[in-house]
């Protein structure tokens, strides 16, 4: 089971589980710790989904679990993905997919069709699940993303009818995927960036000049590769004004360019 585009299938009418205003809370929740929760709601309009799990597989390495919600049956989620993350992962048939930028592939996973016996004990049979169906895309970096959705023993497998309404949705969810994955990206790098601000603050402190709040602000944000328009996004400062701190802050510190800054506090 594969879609490259959104030709219309039996369970076709099932799709409107993700129309709007149901579909308001996941894009509201983009970037956000409930995006899973919220699509899981959604979908469970039309399409019985027990968990969810969102992934994001980088060469053969051990995939990072971004977010996962459970609507039933979620008791269990830790203790598979640890036993999954601690080695099983490499089983995983998601592992070996390969996605051109734009194309969406949807697969099938039965517990009874996996090979693997400690693979599908672990992650499957000893906790009641019984299949996974992904929705697998590329991201920009070329990182493929998957959106797991599974489904219990005692829920019964995927109906004919949910099969088709989740390949007709794939576009999609696909589409939320991703940006989902690059908004909580931009916000991991933005905090990196905001920790990276704080230790160069704390040396400039160190230094003992008399830098005002301001200078310090726009030097930190120098040691830490900032260009000087940049500074002036990011503080919502103009750009001479942030010439004029910068200029101040090397002369109390006692350098006169970018370089020599560098070297003294780094």
Same mark, same amino acid.
Request: contains cysteine; positive net charge; proline residues 3%.
């Given at each position: 089971?594969?879609?490259?585009?959104?030709?219309?299938?039996?369970?076709?009418?099932?799709?409107?589980?993700?129309?709007?205003?149901?579909?308001?809370?996941?894009?509201?929740?983009?970037?956000?710790?409930?995006?899973?929760?919220?699509?899981?709601?959604?979908?469970?309009?039309?399409?019985?989904?027990?968990?969810?799990?969102?992934?994001?597989?980088?060469?053969?390495?051990?995939?990072?679990?971004?977010?996962? !919600? =459970?609507?039933? %049956? &979620?008791?269990? @989620? +830790?203790?598979?993905?640890?036993?999954?993350? #601690? *080695?099983?992962?490499?089983?995983?048939?998601?592992?070996?997919?390969?996605?051109?930028?734009?194309?969406?592939?949807?697969?099938?996973?039965?517990?009874?069709?996996?090979?693997?016996?400690?693979?599908?004990?672990?992650?499957?049979?000893?906790?009641?699940?019984?299949?996974?169906?992904?929705?697998? !895309? =590329?991201?920009? %970096? &070329?990182?493929? @993303? +998957?959106?797991?959705?599974?489904?219990?023993? #005692? *829920?019964?497998?995927?109906?004919?009818?949910?099969?088709?309404?989740?390949?007709?949705?794939?576009?999609?969810?696909?589409?939320?995927?991703?940006?989902?994955?690059?908004?909580?990206?931009?916000?991991?790098?933005?905090?990196?960036?905001?920790?990276?601000?704080?230790?160069?603050?704390?040396?400039? !402190?160190?230094?003992?000049?008399?830098?005002?709040?301001?200078?310090?602000?726009?030097?930190?944000?120098?040691?830490?590769?900032?260009?000087?328009?940049?500074?002036?996004?990011?503080?919502?400062?103009?750009?001479?004004?942030?010439?004029?701190?910068?200029?101040?802050?090397?002369?109390?510190?006692?350098?006169?360019?970018?370089?020599?800054?560098?070297?003294?506090?780094?």
């Amino acid at each position: 089971m594969s879609s490259s585009s959104s030709t219309e299938a039996p369970g076709a009418a099932l799709a409107p589980c993700l129309e709007s205003p149901a579909l308001a809370p996941v894009v509201a929740a983009l970037g956000g710790t409930t995006f899973a929760a919220e699509l899981l709601a959604a979908l469970n309009r039309g399409v019985a989904v027990d968990h969810a799990c969102l992934m994001r597989f980088a060469g053969n390495t051990r995939p990072p679990v971004l977010e996962s !919600a =459970s609507w039933r %049956g &979620g008791e269990h @989620v +830790a203790e598979v993905q640890q036993a999954y993350l #601690a *080695g099983l992962y490499r089983h995983d048939p998601n592992l070996a997919l390969a996605l051109e930028r734009g194309r969406v592939a949807v697969r099938l996973q039965r517990r009874a069709a996996i090979g693997e016996g400690a693979y599908r004990e672990a992650c499957y049979g000893r906790f009641g699940l019984l299949e996974r169906l992904t929705v697998a !895309a =590329s991201s920009e %970096g &070329g990182q493929l @993303v +998957a959106l797991n959705l599974y489904r219990l023993e #005692a *829920g019964g497998p995927f109906a004919a009818a949910e099969l088709a309404a989740i390949e007709a949705l794939a576009p999609l969810l696909a589409a939320l995927a991703l940006k989902h994955v690059a908004m909580v990206g931009m916000r991991l790098r933005s905090r990196e960036r905001g920790d990276r601000i704080e230790a160069a603050a704390a040396r400039l !402190a160190a230094l003992g000049a008399a830098l005002t709040r301001r200078e310090r602000d726009v030097l930190a944000r120098v040691l830490v590769g900032m260009t000087s328009e940049g500074i002036a996004l990011d503080l919502a400062i103009g750009l001479t004004s942030v010439l004029t701190y910068r200029r101040r802050g090397y002369a109390r510190v006692g350098v006169t360019s970018q370089a020599e800054l560098f070297a003294l506090c780094l």
